[in-house]
């Protein structure tokens, strides 16, 4: 599973740093950074939550292939 940003969507909310700090961060210039790829196993749902709850849709699962 990988998670995308869409930077140009991005308005800083930190809500999926929140949600997700070990896997994305807010830069210095407000915009979301993915930390790292792909998501570990344990971290799914973290970054599940993160994506579902940007409030500007910035993120988005790219691979999520078959959910255990």
Do not use: N
Request: net charge negative; aromatic share 0%; proline share 6%.
């Amino acid at each position: 599973m990988k998670v995308a940003a869409d930077l140009s969507r991005c308005i800083g909310s930190g809500m999926c740093a929140h949600l997700a700090g070990q896997l994305v961060d807010v830069d210095d210039a407000g915009h979301v950074e993915v930390l790292r790829q792909p998501v570990d196993e344990a971290e799914r749902d973290a970054a599940r939550e993160a994506v579902e709850m940007c409030p500007a849709e910035a993120l988005s699962i790219v691979d999520a292939g078959p959910r255990p």
